[in-house]
């Protein structure tokens, strides 16, 4: 089954602590994204990355980091977590070309105190 | 200004009823246009992709005027299970990322 998978699903931390919430994907796709859902704001790209060892920065990259070793995993570090990153985060995949389905991974909802 | 915008909502309206939503975009550089639905709390899923000449899946119309940059999805009859927030997404020329709107609440009721 052609899947994303995020982990975790939920995570509460303290500010300060280092975190990091995997994403991978079984459909040998070359792009890769991360995304933040906030009430009134939408969906908002962080980092995206077109393929192994290649990552730029979305509209919202402060803060986070990524890397891609590998076609299949996108992890996103938060190295300093802050509040005002309490947010419902997707990671999502897709082939090239400007007509092709994205799929999303279930969301990973985070809360910094 | 945001790069895609909608009516936030909510729609209410009754089963059975058509309801219309129009997305507007600000960059002309714009290639490809999308429908995706995100019910409460999950993630975003492909509804339907939108064509320049305008395309329908069963009771789902979408159609694109590049002239007055804006997109719109057409539902009729709708139904309980309608009801979710749709989001209209632009892909950028050249970019590939995709561009959400901030998505549009729909709720039918019985």
């Known amino acids: 089954e052609a899947q994303v998978t995020q982990n975790p699903r939920y995570l509460i931390t303290v500010t300060g602590k280092k975190l990091t919430v995997t994403c991978s994907q079984n459909?040998?796709?070359?792009?890769m994204s991360w995304y933040r859902q906030d009430p009134g704001l939408g969906l908002r790209q962080i980092y995206y990355?077109?393929?192994?060892?290649?990552?730029d920065k979305g509209d919202v990259p402060e803060g986070y980091k990524v890397s891609r070793k590998e076609k299949r995993n996108f992890p996103l570090i938060l190295e300093s977590p802050s509040p005002n990153q309490t947010s419902l985060y997707f990671c999502a995949s897709n082939s090239p070309g400007g007509n092709t389905e994205a799929f999303f991974g279930q969301g990973t909802r985070l809360t910094v105190v | 200004r945001k790069e895609v915008e909608q009516d936030p909502g909510p729609f209410n309206v009754p089963e059975g009823a058509t309801v219309a939503f129009n997305c507007t975009y600000s960059n002309s550089a714009s290639q490809s246009f999308f429908w995706y639905r995100q019910d409460c709390r999950k993630e975003p899923k492909l509804l339907m992709s939108v064509y320049s000449s305008g395309n329908e899946d069963g009771r789902f119309t979408a159609q694109l005027n590049r002239a007055s940059q804006y997109i719109s999805l057409l539902i009729r009859d709708s139904k309980l299970s309608d009801s979710a927030t749709y989001l209209c997404?632009?892909?950028?020329?050249?970019?590939?990322?995709?561009?959400f709107g901030s998505g549009t609440r729909l709720q039918v009721q019985p």
């Open positions: 990355s077109m393929n192994v060892e290649v990552t």
């Open positions: 459909m040998n796709h070359e792009y």
């Open positions: 997404v632009v892909v950028y020329t050249g970019r590939r990322a995709l561009t």
